[in-house]
């Protein structure tokens, strides 16, 4: 059963149209009664999607607002959520389209995606680091204090506020919290990855080449556990080679000043943790701001500017995700977070997080962009959120 159509409804008025929670609502119970409205087999302009997805594209009121909905069956065995890098790295960019096209073979069928977490948009080093939390395939490829959605060990969703923690520990009280796959600031550290980079991109302080202690405890990096390394190499200036077997901990300038005992042959312990311990998680992407958390909305004070808009929910029943076109004038103008918030709630989510919008929000659809993105083209992204289907 999809949703389709592109008229208002008989018997609701202009002024309610202008709402958009009530007109979806009246959608939804008209596509219950009448799952036959579209012939989408005969329209070639509608994607092939299997059962248990449904697709809701409206435009609604005066304001006016492009909406396009996806939900999807929680039962167990229909779908997977897994999340993907652009060109496969935390620097890399790429389309939604193209991180889908991008998948390894041994997936199952991609049936849809939207754009995931905020990042680094300016050029440079770290263009495409994303802002918040970010888990592939299990591993932790960029750290959060934020908010964030993941896919828990049960395969239900979750959404909430995440704080990660890597606490890396020496000899003679050496202790320090690393950040994870980013720019190292000259009183920091940071440890990079072979997911990263073909090098670190450091270009002061020292890095600090590590090889495992335990090699059956190793990559890739994981929540819950705890990694021992061998310092094998300092490279001064920085920009380290990320090989495939090879951690790198960047010190910067300042810090590496006050731990002058780094050297080769030193032995570090590298604890990695989270809160909520998402130590069985293998998917999850950061966002914000969460919208609903436990059927309340959150409130917001001040001007609440409108712009295109990325967001996922869910509920007991369905996961859902929608993007609103926007910057469009005539066409789509965006919508604040009250908004997107009520839309949310009113398309049946208890709980539901802001995802990156404006040029990037993009849905794909079993081939095909269905929204309008305001740049006019696809945006490459830093990552992304994929729906698979699961093999039976």
């Not at 999809?2 to 958009?20: D, H, M, Q, T, W």
């Not at 790295?89 to 073979?105: E, N």
């Not at 680091?129 to 395969?155: E, Y």
């Not at 550290?189 to 997911?195: D, E, Q």
Request: glycine share 10%.
């Amino acid at each position: 059963m999809r949703f389709c159509g592109s008229n208002i409804p008989s018997g609701v008025s202009r002024k309610a149209a202008r709402r958009p929670g009530v007109l979806l609502s009246v959608l939804i119970s008209i596509s219950v009664l009448q799952p036959l409205v579209c012939a989408q087999v005969a329209d070639p302009v509608w994607p092939r999607i299997p059962a248990g997805v449904e697709y809701l594209q409206r435009r609604i009121g005066d304001v006016p607002w492009a909406i396009h909905v996806l939900k999807f069956d929680r039962s167990p065995g229909s779908f997977d959520f897994v999340t993907a890098l652009g060109q496969g790295t935390v620097s890399g960019l790429a389309s939604v389209r193209r991180q889908v096209d991008d998948l390894p073979l041994d997936r199952a069928q991609a049936v849809a995606a939207v754009n995931g977490d905020f990042f680094i948009i300016r050029p440079g080093p770290y263009q495409g680091d994303p802002t918040g939390l970010h888990i592939v395939d299990g591993q932790l490829v960029s750290t959060s204090r934020g908010a964030a959605f993941w896919i828990d060990a049960d395969d239900s969703p979750r959404i909430g506020e995440v704080s990660t923690r890597i606490h890396i520990t020496g000899p003679e009280g050496f202790a320090i919290q690393a950040g994870l796959n980013q720019q190292c600031a000259g009183n920091a550290a940071v440890l990079f990855t072979p997911v990263f980079c073909a090098s670190t991109r450091t270009s002061a302080g020292s890095d600090l080449v590590l090889e495992a202690m335990d090699r059956e405890n190793w990559l890739p990096l994981r929540i819950g556990r705890t990694y021992t390394a061998r310092v094998v190499e300092v490279r001064a200036g920085g920009n380290a080679a990320l090989t495939p077997h090879r951690m790198v901990l960047a010190v910067g300038p300042d810090l590496l000043d006050r731990h002058p005992t780094l050297a080769e042959g030193t032995v570090l312990e590298i604890a990695v943790s989270s809160s909520p311990d998402l130590k069985s998680v293998r998917t999850a992407v950061g966002g914000g701001p969460i919208l609903i958390q436990d059927g309340k909305l959150r409130s917001w004070q001040g001007n609440q500017p409108r712009h295109p808009r990325t967001a996922v929910g869910f509920n007991k029943d369905a996961i859902f995700l929608v993007v609103v076109d926007g910057r469009q004038q005539g066409l789509s103008a965006g919508m604040t977070f009250p908004e997107l918030a009520g839309l949310m709630e009113e398309i049946g989510c208890t709980d539901a997080v802001n995802l990156d919008g404006g040029g990037s929000s993009t849905m794909w659809l079993g081939g095909r962009v269905m929204n309008q993105p305001s740049d006019g083209r696809e945006r490459p992204v830093a990552n992304s959120l994929i729906v698979v289907h699961k093999s039976k």
